[in-house]
């Protein structure tokens, strides 16, 4: 079946100008996770979506960044006034429910990643 | 802070050699993740070891887990070129208000050479 979708899978803005990044979870997937790539700090999470419900957005970097999830499905990172240093790839991930449920145990499965390089 | 630590950070290895890397972590997971990235693609995951002892195998590569030690290593036997990638640990956040949230170590890049 299809996989976790992410796009566009690359994204070339100048410094200042807002982007989108969207992010097509598995079917049915309630959990979702957003995570970054960068050179300098490696692999990190950014936010988790429970339903449209975001408990956790501690990764976040600073207040340019926001996300939102629509109808238990689809979700958009957007990144305000963008910067040099958010140049990464952008990785997004879904599991059927966040962690584990009734003693079962629920994998994330990860996006091909949207590469977003900041001029 | 949930800390998850690799080593080494670059391997350079000769075909038909073994090699081990190392991943320490801070504080107790349910369970902890081995995944494979080439070079502009997304995480493949290799192998999830759930429980102390653990050890699972998969062609040249084998993973173990120690929770005692918080520590997981990946085996690499018999390197071939094949194997070049980077190499991430993680564990998943058994609770709270981060249910399932991944934290990664820093990734291992391997480069397998004749």
């Known amino acids: 079946g299809a996989g976790v979708s992410q796009s566009p899978s690359n994204k070339v803005t100048e410094k200042g100008k807002d982007v989108e990044l969207r992010c097509d979870p598995i079917s049915g997937h309630t959990a979702l996770y957003w995570y970054r790539q960068s050179l300098g700090q490696g692999l990190e999470f950014l936010i988790y979506?429970?339903?449209?419900?975001?408990?956790?957005k501690s990764g976040l970097p600073s207040d340019r960044f926001s996300a939102e999830r629509t109808g238990g499905s689809v979700s958009t990172l957007t990144i305000q006034r963008t910067q040099q240093e958010d140049s990464a790839v952008y990785l997004c991930?879904?599991?059927?429910?966040?962690?584990?449920?009734?003693?079962?145990?629920?994998?994330?499965?990860f996006g091909p990643g949207t590469r977003l390089t900041v001029t | 802070e949930l800390k998850v630590e690799q080593n080494p950070l670059f391997l350079s290895m000769q075909e038909g050699k073994n090699y081990t890397i190392y991943c320490n972590y801070s504080?107790?997971?349910?369970?902890l993740y081995w995944y494979r990235q080439d070079p502009g693609k997304s995480l493949e995951s290799l192998f999830v070891l759930l429980s102390n002892g653990a050890v699972k195998q998969e062609g040249r590569l084998m993973a173990s887990l120690d929770t005692k030690a918080r520590l997981s290593t990946l085996h690499i036997t018999a390197a071939v070129h094949d194997l070049s990638a980077t190499y991430f640990c993680a564990i998943r956040n058994a609770g709270g208000t981060s249910y399932g949230k991944l934290t990664f170590g820093q990734g291992t890049i391997l480069t397998v050479h004749p």
């Open positions: 979506f429970q339903g449209n419900s975001a408990p956790d």
């Open positions: 504080t107790t997971s349910d369970r």
């Open positions: 991930a879904s599991s059927l429910v966040a962690g584990r449920q009734g003693g079962v145990s629920y994998e994330q499965y």
